[in-house]
Nanobody, 128 residues
C-alpha cells in the first residue's frame, strides 16, 4: 500500500519561499492523482493544488495560483509543492495525498474525501 511522508515545512517571513516534498514508498506514484491540502486551526482541510502523475493536468486554488507550483518526479517517486510569496494566511499544516487517477480528483478542486492515502502533515508558519 502506498505510503506518503512530507517534509520541508518551517517558519518563514511574509514574502518568503518554501518547497515541500512528499516521498511515496511501497507503491509508485505513477497512475495516481496527487494533491496538496492544508488545514488551518478551526478550518476545514482544503485543497491547494493537485495534478495527474503524468503532469499533464494541474489545478490550483484561486488564492495560491501564480504563487504555488505542484510537480512530481516519478523517478524519485516524489511530489513537490513550491510556495513563493508566502502570506500569513498560508499558515497551516500541509498534507500530501494520493489516489488512483480519476478526473474528479483534479477538476473541480477536490474535497479531501476524494483522496484515500495521506501523509502525516508538515507545519508551515508565515510570520514576521
Amino acid at each position: 500500500q502506498l505510503q506518503l511522508v512530507e517534509s520541508g515545512g518551517g517558519v518563514v517571513q511574509p514574502g518568503g519561499s518554501l518547497r515541500l516534498s512528499c516521498v511515496g514508498s511501497e507503491f509508485p506514484l505513477d497512475l495516481h492523482t496527487i494533491g496538496w491540502f492544508r488545514q488551518a486551526p478551526g478550518k476545514e482541510r482544503e485543497a491547494v493544488a493537485c495534478l495527474e502523475s503524468s503532469g499533464e493536468n494541474t489545478n490550483y486554488a484561486p488564492d495560491v495560483k501564480g504563487r504555488f507550483t505542484i510537480s512530481v518526479d516519478l523517478a524519485k517517486n516524489t511530489a513537490y509543492l513550491e510556495m513563493n510569496n508566502l502570506r500569513p494566511e498560508d499558515t497551516a499544516v500541509y498534507y500530501c495525498a494520493a489516489d488512483i487517477f480519476h478526473p474528479e480528483n483534479i477538476f473541480p478542486m477536490p474535497r479531501a474525501n476524494k483522496y484515500g492515502t495521506w501523509g502525516q502533515g508538515t507545519q508551515v508558519t508565515v510570520s514576521s
